[in-house]
């Protein structure tokens, strides 16, 4: 969620992107591991400029963290940013469920925004322990669901442990 906290993330450097940022190749196979996945699907968001959003789900604590950031308190489980494109007919939705066990199931009022057509790509495993390798190189990937937007709230239910983007076109 750094689009709250920063114009711009560079990526320093061909290591940042390569292994670190996802790519990797074993035994003559490339592949994408979820990082990857989820940083392709944020960086091909066309995004302009940060749009308000409230959210009024539950909150967790964060206590005994690392040295760093030892507690963090009030942390939404259901984190969501959203941002419009320059020409205003596109709305994005960056969403986490950070929830380790529960789906989180919601309705998202889009106030001042009229979607005609709409997408979610998710990504999510049935275990934050598993992974893509050289033998399933797109176990993990995003799936792409149409979306049936009628009105100006739009109901979604975000998987337990998953990375959605949600895009809303008029």
Avoid at 15 to 23: D, E, V, Y
Avoid at 153 to 160: D, G, Q, S, V
Wanted: hydrophobic fraction near 35%.
């Amino acid at each position: 969620m750094l689009l709250r906290d920063s114009d711009i993330v560079p990526i320093s450097d061909i290591t940042g992107i390569i292994k670190f940022g996802g790519i990797w190749k074993k035994r003559g196979r490339v592949f994408g591991v979820p990082a990857y996945w989820v940083f392709r699907m944020y960086s091909n968001a066309e995004v302009a400029r940060l749009v308000e959003t409230q959210n009024n789900g539950e909150k967790y604590d964060v206590e005994q963290g690392s040295t760093r950031l030892p507690a963090i308190p009030n942390v939404q489980y259901l984190d969501v940013v959203a941002a419009i494109n320059g020409s205003e007919n596109k709305l994005t939705l960056f969403c986490v469920n950070r929830h380790l066990t529960r789906d989180i199931e919601t309705r998202i009022n889009l106030s001042g925004f009229r979607p005609a057509h709409s997408t979610a790509r998710s990504l999510f495993a049935n275990s934050i322990y598993e992974k893509n390798d050289e033998t399933e190189p797109e176990h993990i990937h995003p799936l792409i669901t149409s979306l049936s937007v009628e009105s100006a709230e739009l109901k979604y239910t975000f998987r337990h442990e998953s990375v959605t983007v949600i895009e809303l076109g008029r």
